[in-house]
T-cell receptor, first 112, second 115 residues
Framework: QKEVEQDPGPLSVPEGAIVSLNCTYS??????FMWYRQYSRKGPELLMY????GNKEDGRFTAQVDKSSKYISLFIRDSQPSDSATYLC????????????FGSGTRLSIRP | ETGVTQSPTHLIKTRGQQVTLRCSSQ?????VSWYQQALGQGPQFIFQ???????GRGNFPPRFSGLQFPNYSSELNVNALELDDSALYLC??????????????FGQGTRLTVV
């Protein structure tokens, strides 16, 4: 079993829709939870991070962490074609403090 | 754009050869981590360097080695290249080991093709 599980998609939604991306994980020692966006042939770009449980909002993006369920989510409101990319969930902490463990990424396409 | 730069952007090598990839970390950052990203997968941690010392290693064989220099730039060396080494190699810089999750900035990557 992988430490971090993420549905690879692809996910296609119309412009303006609310997008929900999710990951589950197995290591209860994880403390930092991140979402990265990666455009084709580019490096990952840090979108949001959350320490421990809770919600965090930044513009159209909201990250949620539920440590009791080992489940994290990223919501994108009013989605735009420019949001089309691969979204990677990622985690670190505990014995994995020096490294980031990534999910496999979800390919998202926003249709104009 | 982040301040992390990697070179070269692309290269093609033959199986059995050796390759060196380079990374300049963001100004003020003293920690560099290397990741391998196969097509359609998330990045996999190779190792991390903090103040010129290796500080954590993933599940990669010894033919993957690295260096960090006094200016905190870094090299990734891969010996005896195999076809499965074909991937995007990513460098991430951060301030302080153990804080790599919150403040890790990635470069654009080096796409290595082994033929």
């Amino acid at each position: 079993q992988k430490e971090v599980e993420q549905d690879p998609g692809p996910l296609s939604v119309p412009e303006g829709a609310i997008v929900s991306l999710n990951c589950t994980y197995s290591n209860s020692a994880f403390q930092y939870f991140m979402w990265y966006r990666q455009y084709s042939r580019k490096g990952p770009e840090l979108l949001m991070y959350t320490y421990s449980s809770g919600n965090k909002e930044d513009g159209r993006f909201t990250a949620q962490v539920d440590k009791s369920s080992k489940y994290i989510s990223l919501f994108i409101r009013d989605s735009q074609p420019s949001d089309s990319a691969t979204y990677l969930c990622a985690m670190s902490g505990g014995s994995s403090a020096s490294k980031i463990i990534f999910g496999s990424g979800t390919r998202l396409s926003i249709r104009p | 754009e982040t301040g992390v730069t990697q070179s070269p952007t692309h290269l093609i090598k033959t199986r059995g050869q050796q390759v060196t990839l380079r990374c300049s970390s963001q100004s003020g950052h003293n920690t560099v981590s290397w990741y391998q990203q196969a097509l359609g997968q998330g990045p996999q941690f190779i190792f991390q360097y903090y103040r010129e010392e290796e500080n954590g290693r993933g599940n990669f064989p010894p033919r993957f080695s690295g260096l960090q220099f006094p200016n905190y730039s870094s090299e990734l060396n891969v010996n005896a290249l195999e076809l499965d080494d074909s991937a995007l190699y990513l460098c991430a810089s951060s301030l302080g080991a153990g804080r790599s999750g919150t403040e890790a900035f990635f470069g654009q990557g080096t796409r290595l093709t082994v033929v």
